[in-house]
């Protein structure tokens, strides 16, 4: 039992003392979790109304796509007729890989669509519009079979809390 808790004691102070060499070695790994936790600051007020294709904060984008990891559901030929701080109102052409036999073989179906971006709120120094509704023109179904959708296109750059600059 006494071998036990030696060597125990033993494997404890050899995996502290390299911890330490590599924080030693590397002072940014001994800051890692302090730089996890979202960061207070003040940033510059930026002018205008943004919004997000993908993570980039961008200004009456001519698309925006949905699914960013594969670009399986876009939004594109954006044309805005309105473009105010609390709401953006256009057209465009939503389009949709069906994956059918696989994603990497699939067609895509297209649909024109009205768009509505709404739900402003400050990130980061800008007003952004977060909520984007799409809906189906005339009496046409989307690929998914609705004829109405909402997703919000600002979720994943609030959750990476990058800093992205663009002017």
Same mark, same amino acid.
């Given at each position: ?45 930026? +002018?205008?109304?943004?919004?997000? /294709?993908?993570?980039? +904060? ?42 059918? +036999? ?9 649909? +024109? ?9 400050? /990130? ?44």
């Amino acid at each position: 039992m006494k071998t036990r808790s030696k060597t125990l004691l033993i494997a404890t102070a050899v995996v502290i003392a390299t911890a330490a060499a590599i924080m030693a070695i590397n002072p940014l790994i001994a800051t890692k979790t302090s730089q996890e936790a979202p960061q207070t600051k003040n940033y510059p007020k930026l +002018p205008g109304t943004w919004t997000y /294709h993908c993570e980039i +904060p961008v200004q009456r984008p001519e698309e925006i796509m949905l699914t960013c990891a594969d670009g399986g559901m876009i939004v594109t030929d954006i044309t805005w007729t309105t473009w105010t701080s609390k709401q953006a109102l256009g057209t465009g052409i939503y389009s949709q890989n069906m994956c059918e +036999p696989s994603c990497a073989e699939g067609t895509r179906e297209d649909v +024109p669509v009205t768009i509505k971006l709404s739900g402003p709120f400050e /990130h980061k120094g800008r007003n952004v519009l977060k909520t984007l509704d799409i809906q189906a023109a005339g009496r046409r179904e989307l690929p998914n079979g609705g004829t109405n959708m909402t997703w919000d296109v600002a979720e994943f750059a609030v959750r990476m809390n990058w800093n992205i600059v663009t002017k």
